[in-house]
């Protein structure tokens, strides 16, 4: 379970500080965080995922203050609980994607199973480039490679940053359906960040935002 309360962020003492909406997302559920330009998502989704820290309030995730962690314990926590999608896939260009999906395993000292990566890629019907470096798949297969990344340690949640914003119609619909199927198979709560309108009515628990204020319903 993702909960907030009062939180807020300034990047600067002479810099406007954000308020954020209090939110609240329950084990294996999905929350929509919708909101254009300027509207403060991505540095929610930063603070969601620990790589920021409010200047005032909370966020718990499965019980656990962030602001009580720090460092590398801060890490370990994310490496264990969090799984990232972003918009433009990161992959390490000199390992092949096999070897990008163990790399969470290998940050938080946790054994990785080659077994299992490879099963999550042929689900996602990029099995075939298991042994291929990132740079050899296409736009589409490295999004779907990073599905599996993210997902490959079972997180309790999933955090997608702009996942459908350069994909047509068809392919945002695939990449949704694919990003809820397999969230849903490891029971993650699945939160995306994004300022795609396409997907307002996809979800019924969904956050608002805009540069003067913010909505939730």
């Keep these: 379970m993702i909960a907030t309360q009062q939180m807020a962020f300034r990047y ?37 995922c620990g790589l920021l820290r409010p200047t005032q309030g909370t966020i718990h995730i499965n019980g656990q203050d962030l602001s009580q962690l720090n460092g590398r314990t801060l890490d370990r926590f994310r490496g264990s609980q969090m799984g990232m999608v972003f918009q433009k896939a990161h992959f390490v260009q000199s390992l092949t994607v096999l070897e990008n999906l163990a790399l969470p395993h290998f940050l938080t000292g946790q054994q990785a199973s080659s077994e299992r990566a490879q099963a999550l890629l042929d689900n996602l019907g990029v099995g075939h480039k298991a042994h291929n470096r990132p740079q050899e798949l296409s736009v589409g297969e490295q999004q779907r490679a990073s599905i599996a990344r993210a997902l490959i340690h079972r997180p309790s949640i999933v955090l997608a940053d702009e996942p459908t914003s350069a994909l047509d119609d068809r392919s945002t619909l695939a990449v949704m359906d694919l990003l809820e199927q397999q969230a849903a198979e490891v029971g993650a709560t699945l939160i995306i960040v994004t300022h795609d309108q396409r997907l307002k009515d996809r979800y019924s628990r969904r956050v608002e935002l805009n540069p003067l204020a913010t909505t939730a319903r």
Aim: hydrophobic letters at 30%; a negative charge.
């Design 12 to 48: 600067g003492p002479d810099q406007v500080e954000m308020h954020f909406p209090d939110l609240t997302c329950p084990d294996g559920e999905q929350l929509l965080l919708l909101g254009d330009s300027g509207s403060g998502k991505t540095t929610l989704l930063h603070l969601l």
